[in-house]
């Protein structure tokens, strides 16, 4: 049978390019899990990809109401689930104030770390379940979080500290908006978020990799300078950016190659380990990359999980 994979905002970028890549295979029925219906059917047609390898299903990851809808409308469908990929982020790099989701987090951490987090937790039973020869859950991560690499080092840096400010609630009125406590800056929100994504991916390895068989991995594809992620951007940046990349960092990946690498993660029966954060080398070969001190503090990743668990609902 066809592997089921469902990707978060696939509806443009990466997680586009991934689903194309999958669904061109054959061995894949992509569902691509977007807050804007029309869009991602949209999106799908303009890059070919034919209507028995996909369906569109309603997601807002800016709603955890909406993420358990989506977990129980996905297990109605009476589809297995054989692959997770958390691929969905905003980015409001110059944002002043912060906006919240429905439940009043920060919105990009609210966003990009708790609305997956519910997620991979809700359907972690259904990825259990699956006789597929390989199960996997994939968070999308990034250099950005990384304080051991160049690009990680640009200020501001990610930093959780100590949690507080998401022990509070992250909203802003009884707790600050930003995981550290301190003051809002959307640029350094989305850093943090990329560590808690990597943290979530280890602590999922530590928990149920053993128990479930299933491989939990992290990745950085590479910079994929002409995504929508940058349409927050002043016009300047977006204009230099991606010779920026391609020329003087060397960084550059276009969304195909991104989504091929993506796809591999997915996909490849070699790409099998747990626990690994994937990146690739110059010749486009992927090598286990290490993480910063932060993104691997095992005591961290044990406390995010309590503290996301509770912000959740789940504990
Ligand atoms: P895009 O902005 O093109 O894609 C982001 C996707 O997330 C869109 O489909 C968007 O939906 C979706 N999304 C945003 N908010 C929500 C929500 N509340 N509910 C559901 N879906 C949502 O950016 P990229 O493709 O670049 O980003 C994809 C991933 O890749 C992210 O995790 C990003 O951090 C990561 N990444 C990107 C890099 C880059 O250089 N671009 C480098 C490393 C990692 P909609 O279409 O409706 O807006």
């Avoid at 299903?57 to 997770?84: K, N, W, Y």
């Avoid at 068989?213 to 990745?219: E, V």
């Avoid at 002043?234 to 993506?262: C, D, H, M, N």
Wanted: hydrophobic share 40%; glycine share 10%.
């Amino acid at each position: 049978r066809k592997g089921t994979v469902i990707i978060t905002g696939a509806s443009s970028g990466l997680g586009l390019a991934t689903a194309k890549a999958l669904a061109e295979t054959g061995e894949w029925h992509v569902i691509m899990a977007c807050r804007n219906f029309l869009k991602a059917e949209k999106a799908a047609k303009s890059v070919g990809i034919t209507k028995e390898s996909y369906s569109v299903m309603h997601l807002d990851l800016a709603s955890l109401e909406s993420v358990r809808q989506f977990a129980d409308t996905f297990r109605r469908s009476g589809r297995p689930l054989d692959a997770l990929v958390c691929n969905a982020a905003v980015y409001l790099p110059t944002a002043k104030e912060p906006t919240y989701t429905a439940e009043g987090f920060e919105l990009s951490v609210g966003t990009n770390h708790l609305g997956h987090f519910l997620l991979a937790r809700l359907l972690l039973d259904d990825l259990k379940q699956s006789d597929y020869p390989y199960k996997r859950l994939i968070i999308v991560g990034s250099i950005t979080g990384n304080t051991n690499t160049l690009a990680g080092n640009v200020p501001p840096k990610a930093n959780l500290g100590d949690l507080r400010g998401l022990a509070g609630g992250l909203n802003g009125i009884q707790s600050s908006a930003m995981i550290d406590g301190g003051d809002f800056d959307g640029a350094k929100a989305y850093k943090d978020r990329k560590v808690c994504n990597m943290l979530t991916m280890q602590e999922f390895h530590r928990r149920y990799n053993e128990e479930t068989g299933i491989t939990f991995a992290s990745l950085y594809p590479g910079c994929i300078a002409t995504t929508g992620l940058f349409r927050e951007h002043i016009p300047l940046f977006r204009l230099l950016f991606p010779p920026f990349q391609k020329y003087i960092t060397k960084g550059y990946v276009s969304e195909e190659e991104a989504g091929g690498r993506l796809a591999q993660v997915v996909s490849d029966p070699s790409l099998t380990k747990s626990g690994v954060y994937w990146s690739w080398n110059k010749n486009s070969e992927s090598f286990e990359n290490q993480l910063s001190k932060e993104a691997s503090d095992a005591e961290k990743a044990r406390k995010l999980w309590e503290v996301s668990e509770k912000l959740v609902g789940l504990a």
